[in-house]
Structure formats: C-alpha cells, structure tokens
C-alpha cells in the first residue's frame, strides 16, 4: 500500500500565497512523476503541474509563472507553492504519484485532496 497525504490548503485573500505538500509512504520503491491536479465545483479535473524524477517539469498555461513545483526526494514529498492567486484558482488540489512498489507492482496512486479557496 502506497498512501499521499497532502497538507497545506485553507483560504487565502487574492493575491496571496499558499505552499501545499504531498508526502508518500508506504510500500515504495521509486516515485515517477508526480503531479498536482485541481478540480473546481462543477469542472473537470486539470493537470495543474508536474515533475519528473528527474526533475523536469510541466505547468498549465493557467499557472505558469506564478506556480512552482518541487520535490525533496529524501523525504518523498512534493510540493507545490502558489504565488499571485486568483479567484480562479479556487479548487480541491490532489496530488498524484506514479509509484514502483518492492513487489513489483506499478500504481498511480491519488491524495486524499486539499482545499484552496481564494477569496475576499
């Protein structure tokens, strides 16, 4: 079992910041890219960014410039800090992990989601 668990959501004024965090545990033996997804009321859910093993990374258009994704690979957690916010980046924000376990099994596994709310 692989389990995400992100922390870092709440309320914040436009134009405020916010940093959200995603730690993996469990039965891993290698992380792949892992990603940031967002879903607002009534919307499909979007890529907001990703990062590789790498560490090359992929931004929507929607976010590029204001949001930065990183990992500390140490400690299996990834995150994602958002500057400049707008009303519009209100969402339920997932994290996602393509996972390599010890037993040999690939899993994409999805986070619990955090709730960001961009408001005045």
């Known amino acids: 079992q692989v389990q995400l668990v992100e922390s870092g959501g709440g309320l914040v004024q436009p134009g405020g910041s916010l940093k959200l965090s995603c730690a993996a545990s469990?039965?891993?033996?290698?992380?792949?890219?892992m990603g940031w997804y967002r879903q607002a009321p009534g919307k499909q859910r979007e890529l907001v960014a990703s990062?590789?093993?790498?560490?090359?990374?992929i931004y929507a258009d929607s976010v590029k410039g204001r949001f930065t994704i990183s990992k500390d690979n140490a400690k299996n957690t990834v995150y994602l800090q958002m500057n400049s916010l707008k009303s519009e980046d209100t969402a339920v924000y997932y994290c996602?992990?393509?996972?390599?376990?010890?037993?040999?099994?690939?899993?994409?596994?999805w986070g619990q989601g955090t709730l960001v709310t961009v408001s005045s």
């Open positions: 990062i590789t093993s790498g560490g090359t990374t």
């Open positions: 469990g039965n891993i033996f290698r992380l792949d890219v």
């Open positions: 996602n992990a393509g996972v390599l376990t010890l037993t040999s099994t690939y899993l994409n596994v």
